[in-house]
């Protein structure tokens, strides 16, 4: 195997493998760096296996909510059986499907731990400790995502904490489960754990899912109530394993569970890939201009978590197409298409990432919330709409709940936000997404005329209360 490529990916998840299929697909050769499983955190410990975690409940509760089939499903969630989905979707935590893909797309792959030793050279040190040095012609880019946040609770490390890793390849489902945390991960995991019968409590010191909407995380608790969870507004002070458990301790009573779960947040893998060699600080986040490149250094770039622009696994994909075409087109010396919405540049990271939670409620948002665009400075008005009042979700579920949305910006006429409550809306979220990037004027909009009955309804909805000019 030679040893020089035009381009060097460190780190082998959904981001550094696209950057590398985009660098080949422009006719350069890539090599992919990984040192444990290719295709990263989201196939096999993040978004794949926590979704088939909470799908068989969701679905299962679809059904209850419907009388007919209500009365056909009168049994519990077989949680063993879920488990057996999950690890059938993660293909039993094995990648060589993933490395098939990457033979067949042309691309090389390197097994071990990469870092950057200097310009554009990359030592990877293998299983076995063999140093293999590695030269990039164009391109190093560091696509080694993150790790959790564990916060520094007396005692929580030496409980031996779950982190999300173990919640989502649980071989056994434990009878009672402790969660720090209110955001993504620890919403998810309530939703699949409590669906199996698990008790859980969740410590959310700032309420759920408190970068969306207010009235999102408020719906999204009463649907976790009602699952059985007890949600409250602290954080532990202390945490300790005993005989009983982990017990954690707080300004309410202490709480024993089987296992606590840490769901704080997450920080850099950048600890140990040499950033020092090229003058960057080891453990932050890497910063990068909007093609995706490390201002100052020319022919170093960074995509997906690693550059905190968004911590989801599209978005990183989204960067990664930029920055495999970026580096392909800086090295044939064509046209750099890097104004705002170019080929060349992620904007919609600045403007419109949409995000579903798959809880029960889902939460589907993409954009600004109504609190993001005025803080921005826009002149916005915000429309809200009570999802259960369309003929679709009256279909969709008896007694449905939920609730949208729309943030306009009120000098375009456009829209700059939006967000969905409520069962069944993930599918939604594209149209808004559509609407935002192509900054639909609203005048427009209403020719988009929505299927009926169905919960897409939602949009005729929301522009009726907006109102038209008469
Ligand atoms: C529980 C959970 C659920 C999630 N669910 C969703 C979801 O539903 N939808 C969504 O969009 N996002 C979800 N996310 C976020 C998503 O997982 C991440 O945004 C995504 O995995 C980031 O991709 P990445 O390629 O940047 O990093 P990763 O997937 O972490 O890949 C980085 C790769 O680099 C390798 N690596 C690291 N350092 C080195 C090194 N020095 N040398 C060689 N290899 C190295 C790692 O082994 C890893 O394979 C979830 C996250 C969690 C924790
Ligand atoms: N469906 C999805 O798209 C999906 C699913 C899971 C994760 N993710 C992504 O993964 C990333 C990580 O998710 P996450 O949930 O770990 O982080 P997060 O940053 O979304 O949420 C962390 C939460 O923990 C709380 N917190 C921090 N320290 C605490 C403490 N000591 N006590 C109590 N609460 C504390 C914070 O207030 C916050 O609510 C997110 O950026 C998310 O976008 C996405």
Redesign the pocket.
């Known amino acids: 195997m030679s040893d020089e490529y035009d381009v060097i990916v460190?780190?082998?998840?959904?981001?550094?493998?696209n950057v590398a299929d985009r660098a080949v697909q422009g006719g350069l050769t890539a090599v992919l760096?990984?040192?444990?499983?290719?295709?990263?955190?989201?196939?096999?410990?993040?978004?794949?296996?926590?979704?088939a975690l909470i799908r068989s409940g969701s679905a299962l509760r679809a059904a209850q909510r419907l009388e007919g089939a209500r009365e056909a499903v009168t049994g519990a969630l077989d949680a063993s059986a879920v488990l057996h989905r999950r690890s059938r979707i993660v293909h039993d935590w094995d990648d060589s499907s993933q490395v098939e893909w990457v033979d067949g797309a042309g691309i090389s792959l390197v097994r071990?731990?990469?870092?950057i030793v200097g310009e554009r050279t990359v030592e990877?040190t293998d299983s076995s400790g063999t140093t293999t040095t590695l030269r990039a012609r164009q391109a190093v880019v560091?696509?080694?995502?993150?790790?959790?946040l564990l916060p520094d609770i007396p005692g929580l490390l030496d409980a031996n904490p779950w982190?999300?890793?173990d919640?989502?390849s649980a071989k056994v489902v434990p009878p009672s489960l402790a969660i720090i945390g209110g955001g993504?991960?620890a919403v998810?995991?309530a939703t699949a754990y409590a669906s199996f019968g698990t008790t859980v409590t969740v410590f959310a010191r700032s309420g759920l899912l408190s970068h969306e909407e207010d009235f999102a995380g408020e719906m999204v608790a009463d649907g976790l109530r009602e699952l059985g969870v007890d949600i409250r507004s602290t954080s532990p002070s202390r945490v300790e394993r005993t005989d009983a458990g982990v017990v954690l301790h707080s300004d309410g009573d202490p709480v024993t569970a089987s296992e606590v779960l840490v769901?704080t947040g997450?920080v850099p893998?950048?600890t140990?890939?040499g950033l020092e060699s090229v003058g960057l600080k080891p453990g932050e986040w890497i910063e990068v201009d909007d093609t995706l490149r490390v201002p100052g250094i020319d022919w170093l770039y960074a995509?997906?978590?690693?550059n905190h622009r968004?911590?989801?696994?599209?978005?990183?994909?989204y960067q990664?197409r930029a920055a495999g075409d970026v580096i392909a087109a800086r090295a044939k010396g064509a046209e750099v298409d890097d104004a705002p919405w170019g080929r060349h540049v992620a904007t919609a990271d600045h403007l419109a990432v949409p995000?579903?939670t798959?809880s029960d409620p889902e939460v589907a948002s993409v954009g600004l919330t109504s609190t993001r665009a005025e803080k921005e400075g826009l002149r916005v008005r915000t429309v809200d709409y009570d999802l259960s009042w369309v003929a679709g979700a009256t279909i969709q579920a008896d007694h449905y709940r939920g609730k949208a949305r729309m943030v306009v910006d009120e000098d375009r006429k456009v829209i700059v936000g939006v967000t969905f409550v409520g069962q069944d809306v993930s599918e939604l979220v594209q149209a808004a997404t559509m609407a935002i990037v192509g900054e639909i004027p609203l005048d427009r909009l209403w020719h988009a005329v929505p299927a009926y009955p169905t919960l897409s309804e939602i949009w005729l909805r929301l522009l009726e209360t907006y109102g038209r000019d008469s």
Do not use: N
């Open positions: 460190i780190g082998a998840g959904a981001v550094g493998e760096i990984e040192s444990e499983l290719v295709g990263g955190e989201c196939s096999y410990w993040a978004c794949m296996p926590s979704k071990g731990h990469g870092r990877v560091v696509s080694t995502g993150s790790d959790p982190t999300a890793r919640a989502t993504v991960v998810e995991m769901a997450r893998r950048t140990d890939i995509t997906g978590d690693v968004a911590l989801l696994t599209h978005q990183g994909k990664a995000q579903v798959f």
